[in-house]
Nanobody, 121 residues
């Protein structure tokens, strides 16, 4: 099985920065794409940022210019650097990966349990 562990969430003031990390472990053969989603109270879960194995990235319009996604393939880890945080960024952030495992040659989605980011003064 694949395990995803997020870290880095917490309370920050508006305009502050935070870096989220997500480390994947388990019987991983390869990771095709990694991304971050978030869900605020009463809102649908939305894609924040994603990065492919080739390094291509995409971002939600609301975070462009403020957030940066990156990955360390050797460590099976994806990061989300969040700058100029706004109160509306407050949400539970979930790590997501599309990966192949040793016993199944097809890509599947795996989710972390989430880490809370609160932006408030």
């Amino acid at each position: 099985q694949v395990q995803l562990v997020e870290s880095g969430g917490g309370l920050v003031q508006p305009g502050g920065s935070l870096r989220l990390s997500c480390a994947a472990s388990g019987s991983i053969f390869s990771i095709n794409a990694m991304g971050w989603y978030r869900q605020a109270p009463g809102k649908q879960r939305e894609l924040v940022a994603a990065i492919t194995s080739g390094g291509s990235t995409n971002y939600a319009d609301s975070v462009k210019g403020r957030f940066t996604i990156s990955r360390d393939n050797a460590k099976n880890t994806v990061y989300l650097q969040m700058n100029s945080l706004k109160p509306e960024d407050t949400a539970v952030y979930y790590c997501n990966i599309e990966a192949q495992i040793a016993t199944w040659p097809y890509g599947m989605d795996y989710w972390g349990k989430g880490t809370l980011v609160t932006v408030s003064s």
